[in-house]
């Protein structure tokens, strides 16, 4: 298999990242006086972006022509770090901001978030590519396909959450 062979999946993923952020934008800006005055919900907003981003990221460095694959799986690898990084910045904006949640679903959300396990598959195939196995880059589909329902699931829950 080649790293050339993952180049539709790139196109899909980025696609429907690309169209899903489009309309984050547009869900924020509707609602964009409620974001503001609420610090939590700013950080909501920012943990969906960041979600929403990482399909988009994915599918740009699987696009990118004529790379070795240990070059990408060096960037995969910076990504998951990149984006475990930020993750645990918005996390922490959310707690500091008093984020406690009154949904159940909300609730689980954050304590078994898809974003840990979507991270923990970014890291892997950025390793096994690393190491010479591309097949690991079949652990990018897991990866995209948790953090674009995530991503879904946390829009809507930041959109009807009420922070008062």
């Known amino acids: 298999m080649s790293i050339g062979d993952w180049g539709n999946f790139g196109a899909v993923a980025g696609s429907a990242s690309g169209a899903?952020?489009?309309?984050?934008?547009?869900?924020?800006?509707?609602?964009?006086?409620?974001?503001?005055?609420?610090?939590?919900?700013?950080?909501?907003?920012a943990?969906?972006?960041?979600?929403?981003m990482l399909p988009l990221t994915i599918?740009?460095?699987?696009?990118?022509?004529?790379?070795?694959?240990?070059?990408?799986?060096?960037?995969?690898?910076?990504?998951?770090v990149i984006y475990a990084l930020g993750l645990a910045m918005v996390g922490r904006r959310k707690r500091e901001a008093g984020g406690d949640s009154h949904s159940r679903l909300a609730q689980?959300?954050?304590?078994?978030?898809?974003?840990?396990?979507?991270?923990v598959f970014v890291l892997?195939?950025?390793?096994?590519?690393?190491?010479?196995?591309?097949?690991?880059?079949y652990l990018l589909l897991p990866a995209v396909v948790v953090a674009l329902m995530g991503g879904?699931?946390?829009?809507?829950?930041?959109?009807?959450?009420?922070?008062?």
């Open 20 to 45: 899903l952020v489009g309309l984050l934008f547009v869900a924020i800006s509707l609602n964009r006086d409620r974001i503001a005055r609420h610090p939590t919900l700013r950080a909501s907003a």
């Open 47 to 52: 943990q969906t972006l960041m979600v929403f």
């Open 59 to 80: 599918g740009l460095l699987l696009l990118t022509p004529r790379q070795p694959p240990w070059v990408l799986g060096i960037e995969i690898t910076v990504l998951g």
């Open 108 to 119: 689980l959300l954050d304590v078994i978030t898809p974003n840990m396990l979507t991270t």
């Open 124 to 137: 892997a195939a950025g390793a096994s590519v690393i190491a010479g196995h591309t097949n690991g880059l």
């Open 152 to 164: 879904v699931a946390n829009a809507w829950l930041f959109l009807i959450r009420d922070p008062d």
